[in-house]
């Protein structure tokens, strides 16, 4: 089914969420998925996004493939480091009030049968940068100062994206080539996280650089 889990900059956030069949478990770990794209382009219904959710759904888990907003005015856009930072971050909101979806409709009748104490998010390249950062990034003050700045003119960490008053934190975070801007986030009683990585990979390096082949202003650590 497809749902409308959040409004953010005029754009209506929805939601596909996969079930298993004939499946009476009422209390079902959560995986929400974010697809890959640079934060440029990129679908819910990306291929690889769909037969995962399937796949999952089918060994009992609920699944979602989210919608997230993307970078506005193109790849040049993604030149600038503030515009990076301000897609990610906008992006984090997003995937926080798909969390936080899941968590009101388990304390209000919990229609879609999930175990609330069990969402994991993740996905691929900016997918999965979309998990690391929203699982460990915990604080602004965490960031360089300029980054806190940027993060506050958008609405902080939480953002406003959707279904406030809820928890946004996930129980673990996975990636397929994503990564982060500093390790120091990621602290020993944080989540578990799980990562895989093409160690040739030019848009999101495996081990510390720039991302798109080196044209980003940011640099980040990959999986290794």
């Known amino acids: 089914s497809t ?18 069949y004939g499946d009476s478990i009422i209390e079902r770990p959560v995986i929400v998925f974010c697809f890959g794209g640079s934060f440029l382009t990129g679908s819910r219904t990306a291929s690889e996004i769909v ?6 759904a089918q ?4 699944c979602a493939s989210i ?20 897609t990610v971050f906008k992006a984090v909101q997003d995937g926080k009030a798909a969390i936080r979806y899941f968590r009101k409709d388990a304390a209000n ?3 879609l049968g999930v175990d609330s104490n069990q ?3 993740g996905g691929t ?13 915990d604080d602004v003050d965490e960031m360089p100062t300029n980054w806190q700045t940027w993060a506050d003119e958008i609405g902080g960490l939480e953002g406003n994206s959707g279904n406030p008053g809820y928890c946004s934190s996930p129980s673990g975070v996975f990636s397929f080539s994503g990564a982060v801007g500093d390790t120091s986030y990621i602290n020993a009683n944080d989540v578990p996280y799980y990562s895989c990585h093409a160690t040739e990979d030019q848009t999101v390096l495996y081990n510390y650089g720039a991302p798109l082949s080196g044209i980003a202003p940011v640099s980040l650590y990959g999986s290794a």
């Open 3 to 20: 749902v409308d889990y959040g409004l953010a900059s005029g754009q209506t956030l929805k939601m596909d969420i996969y079930t298993p």
């Open 51 to 56: 037969a995962f959710a399937t796949n999952f």
């Open 59 to 62: 060994r009992g888990y609920v």
């Open 67 to 86: 919608d997230y907003r993307l970078a506005t005015g193109g790849i040049f856009s993604l030149f600038q480091e503030e515009n990076i930072v301000k």
């Open 109 to 111: 009748g919990n229609t």
């Open 119 to 121: 969402i994991f998010i």
């Open 125 to 137: 390249s900016a997918g999965g940068i979309l998990g690391i950062n929203l699982a460990y990034v």
